[in-house]
């Protein structure tokens, strides 16, 4: 507030000249510079396309804003099924995560470490990665963990061949079935380009070391 006080300048329409006039204690004018929305949204999405239509419009350019032809708004990403039996995927009812399946019979022993294929390869778009987890109730029905904690699957990783996998630690003795729903996975933004800057000293004070919070240094 106190930067929009000082310039007496706001992006908006009338009503946020409107509100400005009442916002501003000195009761000086306020300048309002508009702002073409549409022209900057379609200014940046030349390399975004989704159902084969250009994102345009006035609304704040997301991945969420993009319109299907059927109307709806969301995400599209191409999926290829190694074949008519692999449980296609699907969104649940509650939370956003997509639950996968188990394309092939694995027999595990107890401390084996093997890949289950899970029938399909996808193409995400440019700039998401996929993160694939077990379910909650993997460890206790089927006696497996994700031997490297999680899977990241990189938009890179999208031919008809790079199906997805899920890297599976056994507990126990225990055999996984086709069609087995034994993991999860959700698509999230790629982290931003990044520089790192070598310094002599950090600007932020010291909060303890590493485990300091609650129970002291380790």
Known sequence: MSEMNRNNTILGDK????????????????????SDL????????????????NIIGAAPLSPYNLLFKDGGLGLEIKVRYVDAEVPRLKLIDKGDWVDVYAWKEIE?????????PLGFAMELPEGWEAHL??????LKKFGILCGNSFGVIDNSYAGDEDIWGFMAYAVRDTVIHKGDRIAQFRVIEK??????????????????????????VL
Not at 17 to 28: K, S, Y
Not at 42 to 53: F, H, K, N, P
Not at 133 to 138: C, D, I, L, M
């Open 15 to 34: 009503a946020s000249e409107e509100l400005m006039e009442q916002l501003n204690g000195d009761n000086r004018p306020v300048e309002v510079v508009k």
């Open 38 to 53: 549409t022209k900057d949204v379609q200014s940046m999405d030349s390399d975004l396309r989704i159902a084969g239509e």
């Open 108 to 116: 595990f022993k107890k401390d084996e470490i093997k890949v289950i």
């Open 133 to 138: 987890a077990p379910r909650s109730s993997t």
């Open 191 to 216: 982290q931003p380009k990044l520089r790192f800057t070598e310094v002599a000293h950090l600007e932020k004070p010291n909060r303890g070391g590493f485990g300091s919070t609650g129970n002291g």
